[in-house]
């Protein structure tokens, strides 16, 4: 029998198996496959490899655990649940509703060029013509207005639909089916891109440690671009992890699936650079492109190989079902504050919510045209376009401040204790608990606080 009353209204996962799916879902998306190539590409490559994944240990994985079991215990989203501890913590909340509408406002535009690739190269298929040259194909597409717009707001009404139709029938059944679709895309793109000449050549940089890059200042560079990687990777730091959890059920095992879902999440994006690196080599194209590897340099891959069009196709289509299922999450994170706080009814909040993203999102969708000369500060006093700037907001400054906070008030205000007792609530051992709260009071702050002081141009590691 379901619990009667709120609970019921609030939905709740289907199975262990549809929350995992949903979480993977919420952290693998765009991150993984566009910035974690070309940020371990561009910091060193097994250099920052090695810093990623112990970070993603002592502090992802430190983290959503804290955020999972915080919401399940009050079987709230953000606001609620941290308001459960005290008035004045309800601003952690707050915070993190306030960065969902960031990110979302230009993850959906950046996720929306996924659903133009994907339609132009569905079309090559039967048509047969390649795109000529696609540094220009992009730039004439995000230099428009009605087509940036238009695809935006396609990608925004998808999302809505989703989280409109509820937790189960909605994010669950959606992720549950795209997550393994996904996963094997992945490994038949990688294999493909294995397959071509130079492929080693690819590899190498992936994986190749180049020390250089830890010289003159470069330590903090590299600890924060892999820090801030893990945040934004892992969708930790502001509330939608603890929203997926505040969904759960008793009988999900908190610890294990505080680590099964980073080690998914870190398995794709190392998945992704083999899908990516080894074909931008054979080609001798620049890897370090940033932003545009996975829209230019990947089409000019596509354009050269032969059936490029059909593995285009599905490479984009990977990039849509990678992005849809992290835009949902961040969506719901917002939904549920208005279902949880305001009463309002899901359909209603979800798609008052997606509107107002829509229109957040609208300077982002023209910063490549009509507003491209816009630059906004950030706070080392550099200026930045605006799809940076929203991306710094949220990434740099409120996830890192807000995983910072979690920390502290788990570690020193609330005690470990209370994670703790929810984890092990139902039986389920803990053996690393111990290790868990040393690392939440001590380790993950103080790294978390290096970076951020690193980043903001405070501190020179
Ligand atoms: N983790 C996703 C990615 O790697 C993006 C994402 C989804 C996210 N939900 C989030 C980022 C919440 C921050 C917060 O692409």
Excluded at 126 to 142: K, P, R, V, Y
Excluded at 174 to 203: C, D, K, Q
Excluded at 324 to 336: D, H, K, M, N, P
């Amino acid at each position: 029998m379901e619990d009667k009353g709120a609970k019921e209204v609030r939905g709740s996962w289907s199975s262990r198996f549809g929350f995992i799916m949903a979480a993977a879902g919420s952290a693998i998306g765009l991150g993984n496959l566009w910035g974690f190539p070309y940020k371990l590409g561009a910091n060193g490559g097994a250099v920052y490899l090695f810093i990623y994944v112990i970070l993603v240990f002592v502090v992802g994985c430190v983290v959503i655990l804290g955020e999972i079991a915080i919401g399940r215990k009050t079987q709230l989203s953000a606001v609620g649940a941290y308001r459960s501890f005290g008035k004045r913590y309800s601003i952690l909340g707050y915070a993190g509703i306030v960065c969902g509408f960031i990110i979302l406002s230009f993850y959906s535009v950046v996720a929306s060029w996924g659903i133009k690739y994907f339609f132009t190269y569905f079309g090559q298929i039967f048509t047969g013509q390649h795109i000529q040259n696609s540094g220009e194909f992009l730039t004439s597409f995000i230099s428009g207005t009605a087509q940036p717009l238009f695809y935006h707001g396609l990608i925004m009404a998808v999302t809505v639909f989703i989280v409109a139709l509820g937790i189960q029938k909605g994010i669950d059944k959606t992720t549950s089916v795209l997550m393994p679709m996904l996963f094997v895309m992945l490994v038949i793109l990688a294999i493909r891109s294995l397959m071509l000449p130079n492929a080693a050549e690819g590899l190498k940089f992936m994986f190749k440690p180049d020390f250089s890059v830890l010289k003159d200042g470069g330590f903090g560079k590299v600890l924060s671009a892999a820090l801030s990687q893990v945040f934004f990777s892992l969708s930790i730091g502001m509330g939608v992890m603890l929203t997926y959890g505040s969904y759960l059920k008793k009988d999900t095992n908190l610890v294990k699936s505080s680590l099964i879902i980073p080690i998914m999440d870190t398995v794709a994006a190392i998945l992704a650079g083999i899908v990516i690196m080894p074909a931008v080599f054979s080609y001798g194209l620049d890897p370090t492109g940033g932003p545009t590897l996975l829209f230019v340099v990947m089409g000019e891959v596509f354009a050269s190989m032969p059936f490029g069009s059909v593995i285009g196709c599905v490479f984009y289509l990977l990039v849509v079902f990678a992005a849809v299922t992290s835009t949902i999450s961040i969506l719901e994170g917002i939904t549920a504050f208005f279902v949880d706080e305001k009463g309002t009814d899901r359909k209603k909040a979800a798609i008052i919510s997606g509107i107002a993203i829509f229109l957040c999102g609208i300077p982002v969708a023209l910063s490549f045209g009509l507003l491209s000369d816009v630059t906004l500060p950030a706070l080392n006093g550099s200026q930045l376009p605006i799809l940076d700037w929203y991306d710094y907001v949220s990434e740099y400054v409120i996830m890192t401040l807000g995983a910072l906070a979690m920390c502290i008030l788990v570690g020193w205000v609330w005690k470990p204790k209370v994670v703790i007792d929810e984890v092990t609530r139902y039986n389920d051992s803990f053996k690393l608990a111990g290790v868990w709260s040393f690392l939440i009071k001590y380790i993950t702050p103080v790294l978390v606080l290096l970076t951020f002081l690193t980043s903001a141009g405070f501190i020179k590691l």
